[in-house]
């Protein structure tokens, strides 16, 4: 699967991972791309009109242009909203490396280029010893990190850059993805960001009302040379 698209990973959670996914795959179309748009892992589902619904995989299966089924677009689905280790255990479930491996690629072979998304942070476990950070290792996919920017951003960005790197993956470019719209000195924590990341920055979303308005602010250039 190496080459044909990227893993998409937060300094946190809730920092907007998937609101990039669904922006980058939205640009990615408007560049002629087919674009598997996959939720590696989903914790937190809600009952909605007869059955059970995580938003996340909601958000990329509306935004991806190849009619992936709910299956598809989130192979692991969990319902209670915590670490996916934990969920799986409370369900009775046991996170399968090869099976979710297997279906991650699986769909991603249906697009010109797939993007995975990671859960929570970069390092979160799984089952055992296995943990999202191997789950990247093992799909060889160059790595988009996804920054919260508020406070703490640039500690959090740096050591989760680190970690990447630590594991052999490729960091190729960074978003800029606005958490706390009051945070002070944004341009001197970017300038921050942009020296330590040493990877390029392909956007700066601000908090908006319209999340369609998102591609807008992305520059998908480099991924498109890097993919090429």
């Given at each position: 699967m190496s080459g044909r698209g990227f893993f998409v990973t937060g300094t946190d959670t809730e920092i907007g991972k998937t609101f990039v996914t669904a922006a980058l795959t939205r640009a990615l179309i408007a560049r002629g791309l087919r674009v598997a748009a996959i939720k590696s892992l989903a914790a937190g589902q809600e009952f909605v009109d007869g059955?059970?619904?995580?938003?996340?995989v909601a958000t990329l299966q509306a935004a991806q242009n190849l009619d992936?089924?709910?299956?598809?677009?989130?192979?692991?689905?969990?319902?209670?909203?915590?670490?996916p280790h934990i969920a799986a255990r409370l369900e009775g479930k046991t996170i399968e490396r090869e099976p979710l491996l297997a279906a991650i690629r699986a769909t991603a072979a249906k697009g010109d280029i797939a993007l995975v998304e990671g859960v929570g942070g970069f390092r979160v476990p799984l089952a055992g010893s296995w943990d999202t950070a191997d789950l990247a290792v093992d799909l060889?996919?160059?790595?988009?990190?996804?920054?919260?920017?508020?406070?703490?951003?640039?500690?959090?960005a740096l050591l989760t850059?680190?970690?990447?790197?630590?594991?052999?993956l490729r960091l190729t470019a960074?978003?800029?993805n606005t958490v706390d719209p009051r945070q002070p000195h944004v341009a001197d924590n970017l300038a921050s960001l942009q020296a330590g990341l040493k990877a390029p920055c392909i956007g700066h979303i601000p908090r908006l009302t319209d999340p369609l308005a998102a591609p807008a602010c992305l520059d998908i250039s480099a991924l498109l040379l890097d993919h090429a």
């Open positions: 059955r059970w619904v995580n938003e996340d992936l089924t709910d299956g598809e677009v989130g192979p692991l689905q969990l319902r209670e909203p915590c670490a060889g996919l160059p790595v988009i990190l996804v920054v919260g920017l508020r406070l703490g951003c640039i500690n959090h850059a680190e970690a990447i790197r630590a594991r052999g960074w978003v800029a």
